[in-house]
């Protein structure tokens, strides 16, 4: 059972994951993307949702090693289709699931937009975290 990566995380700090699978990616005309990915965290795997610049998609794309080339074609040709959004799925037989081996991303946690309700209260007092986290970084394991 794969579980969210939101329910398992212990407060609102920015945190590590390794063991990365790309599953999907989503994007359209703007410098938008999200990626559906899985990781292997706290004993369990866990999916999350990981908003990123374009730019930075092609950084993750380029550490997908023997499938680097092909994952930045086929994100090309999406591209050139223009048919909005776009969603890439890696997540059955003849497309696996993307590794991103050595790679540890550094996430930050983001949290749904509350509205005022009538109290005048902004915020809620124990919000709970969406399953979308922002991309803070990327870490590269050089083996020696």
């Known amino acids: 059972m794969v579980k969210l990566l939101s329910d398992s995380i212990a407060d609102d700090a920015d945190f590590f994951v390794e063991q990365i699978h790309l599953v999907a990616i989503v994007f359209d005309n703007t410098d ?3 990626v559906w990915a899985t990781t292997f965290f706290d004993n369990d795997s866990h999916f999350f949702h990981l908003a990123l610049p374009f ?8 550490l997908a090693h023997t499938r680097a ?5 086929e994100v090309a040709e999406a591209l050139a289709a223009a048919e909005w959004p776009a969603l890439l799925e890696y997540n059955a037989d003849d497309k696996p699931p993307v590794p991103l081996p050595s790679v540890a ?11 005022d309700d009538e109290s005048g209260d902004e915020e809620p007092d124990d919000p709970q975290p969406h399953n979308i986290f ?6 590269v394991r050089l083996d020696t």
Do not use: C, H, R
């Open 32 to 34: 938008d993307v999200t």
């Open 55 to 62: 730019k930075s998609l092609d950084v993750l794309l380029g």
């Open 105 to 115: 991303l550094k996430l930050s946690v983001t949290y749904p937009a509350t509205e």
């Open 69 to 73: 080339a092909d994952l930045q074609e």
């Open 134 to 139: 922002y991309l803070e970084g990327v870490f």
